[in-house]
Nanobody, 127 residues
């Protein structure tokens, strides 16, 4: 059973930066992992994904501002968020797909692709 624990969420002003971390429990392997976010009253949105090859995918709304990375030695997934905007305000979740080594470019942002989820960390960006 994989446990994922997010951290790093905070309240910042627009233009600021944050780095989110997602710590995975034992048996961390280089499967497809992703960050999602959910704003109040909205559905969960795929933000970025990374697979065992280091191949990444990004939502168009964050491309060029956010960077996903992973440290296999530390069993940790990261999301570096720069130039934050008020519309980035959301609960951010990390997710892991232990059934796929690769993140499919067409389906990486679909919730159903992931079978393990963290509890989330709140990011609030004020204007």
């Amino acid at each position: 059973h994989v446990q994922l624990v997010e951290s790093g969420g905070d309240s910042v002003q627009a233009g600021g930066s944050l780095r989110l971390s997602c710590s995975a429990s034992y048996m961390y392997s280089s499967y497809c992992m992703a960050w999602f976010r959910q704003a109040p009253g909205q559905g969960r949105e795929g933000v970025a994904s990374i697979d065992g090859h280091g191949t990444t995918n990004y939502a168009s709304s964050v491309k060029g501002r956010f960077t996903i990375s992973q440290d296999n030695a530390k069993n940790t997934l990261y999301l570096q968020m720069n130039s934050l905007k008020p519309e980035d305000t959301a609960m951010y979740y990390c997710a892991k797909d232990t059934l796929s080594y690769d993140c499919d470019s067409g389906s990486w942002s679909h919730e159903v692709e992931y079978n393990y989820w963290g509890q989330g960390t709140q990011v609030t960006v004020s204007s």
